[in-house]
């Protein structure tokens, strides 16, 4: 596949892709609404995260929270008792560990209780705009192998690697945000809507069962 045809077609449907995680406006609430956002929709993590961050903005805020008082606000979501406790410890080891600073490399957030590669990539890429990596969730695995991408592969890291030599690192960020998307509403798991699709010309999967 032409890389600079897939990234041009990306771009002209997705201007400006960006998360849809809501209502955060620091680093650590994005963090907290990442941790939320494991096995939920970002429209669940939402619903509950306004509240959640009229009450807690900083890494001060989080790591001094009361176990209590944060699984009450967050008790609508899946899992509610460990993200809110992974929350709390994620926080306490950035004031403890890190001086309360949030680091700006991969390697070091997954040092972070609760923080993997995935989550890491997320961070940084909405919050201070670095790409050191890209985004694989679940709709990124999808997509990258039906537009074979990658072959037949599951293992998030792998699939990592092989988009990263594929995709220049200038477009990494873009290219995580718009395939999430793609993934999310075009390139369904179920169904794919392979006739509004803009890829589907140049996709090898289009319009062939699953």
Aim: proline letters at 4%; glycine letters at 2%; one cysteine or more.
């Amino acid at each position: 596949m032409e890389i600079e045809i897939l990234l041009k077609l990306l771009h002209k449907e997705y201007t400006n892709p960006k998360t849809e995680l809501d209502n955060w406006m620091t680093t650590p609430q994005f963090i907290a609404s990442v941790i939320l956002s494991a096995q939920a929709t970002d429209k669940q993590v939402n619903k509950i995260s306004k509240n959640l961050f009229e009450k807690y903005s900083s890494v001060d805020d989080f790591a001094n929270a009361d176990i209590n008082e944060m699984e009450k606000l967050v008790s609508s979501i899946n899992y509610y008792k460990t993200k809110a406790t992974r929350i709390i410890d994620a926080n306490k080891y950035i004031k403890e560990s890190l001086n309360g600073e949030i680091p700006k490399s991969i390697d070091e957030l997954i040092k972070i209780p609760g923080i993997g590669r995935k989550s890491a990539n997320v961070i940084l890429q909405e919050t201070m705009g670095i790409s050191q990596g890209i985004v694989v969730d679940t709709h990124v695995t999808r997509v990258s192998n039906r537009l074979k991408l990658v072959e037949n592969q599951t293992n998030a890291e792998k699939i990592e690697k092989e988009l990263m030599s594929r995709i220049p690192q200038n477009e990494w960020r873009f290219f995580s945000q718009s395939i999430v998307l793609h993934g999310r509403y075009v390139c369904k798991a179920k169904k794919p809507n392979c006739k509004e699709c803009i890829l589907n010309k140049i996709c090898p999967s289009a319009f062939t069962p699953e």
